[in-house]
T-cell receptor, first 114, second 108 residues
């Protein structure tokens, strides 16, 4: 079955530590996205990638970094510079990045930093 | 830039209808609708494109008024499984911005 996997489902870290969230897709999609979701709020775009070895900042990229070395993988690193990292993180992919392509979401990683 | 959804929350009895609205301050070329159950990933429902094209689930009904920069999602004869938070996304791809969501609760 094709889909997007994110691991782990829950992640706990101490303040000051960097942490990397995994996102893998086997849908053969070119475009991939990272979103952050806070309670009662919509999805805010952190980073996106339209093709391998290329990625762009979204609306809230400060304190985050990504890489796209393989088509199927788009890991997100939450650095110690991110002031409020506790949130639900969602990875998504779409066939391409145009208006007419639906996004498929992974199950999410809930990160708690104390 | 974030589209505005209304209402913020709605409670229904099984079998009742609901309308969820999404409006944007900028020109809309497409509107996406997703439903998210608590703690789960959003699931795609429908895309409405400028010019009238739609793609999505047959049982979901929605409209897209390009002139008014608005879209509405129509949920008829609601079932318990319809409960969740509905998000609209204005634009597409890396240009998509999501609304804050409408929490729909369907009670028996």
């Amino acid at each position: 079955d094709g889909g997007i996997t994110q691991s782990p489902k829950y992640l706990f870290r101490k303040e000051g530590q960097n942490v990397t969230l995994s996102c893998e897709q086997n849908l053969n999609h070119d475009a991939m996205y990272w979103y952050r979701q806070d309670p009662g709020q919509g999805l805010r775009l952190i980073y996106y990638s339209q093709i391998v070895n290329d990625f762009q900042k979204g609306d809230i990229a400060e304190g985050y970094s990504v890489s796209r070395e393989k088509k199927e993988s788009f890991p997100l690193t939450v650095t110690s510079a991110q002031k409020n990292p506790t949130a639900f993180y969602l990875c998504a992919s779409s066939m391409a990045s145009g208006n007419s392509y639906e996004q498929y979401f992974g199950p999410g990683t809930r990160l708690t930093v104390t | 830039q974030q589209p505005v959804q209304s209402p913020q929350a709605v409670i229904l009895r099984e079998g009742e209808d609901a309308v969820i609205n999404c409006s944007s301050s900028k020109a809309l070329y497409s509107v996406h609708w997703y439903r998210q159950k608590h703690g789960e990933a959003p699931v795609f429902l429908m895309i409405l494109l400028k010019g009238g094209e739609q793609k999505g689930h047959e049982k979901i009904s929605a409209s897209f008024n390009e002139k008014k920069q608005q879209s509405s999602l129509y949920l008829t004869a609601s079932q318990l499984s319809y409960s969740g938070t509905y998000f609209c996304g204005a634009g597409g791809g890396n240009d998509m911005r999501f609304g804050a969501g409408t929490r729909l609760t369907v009670k028996p």
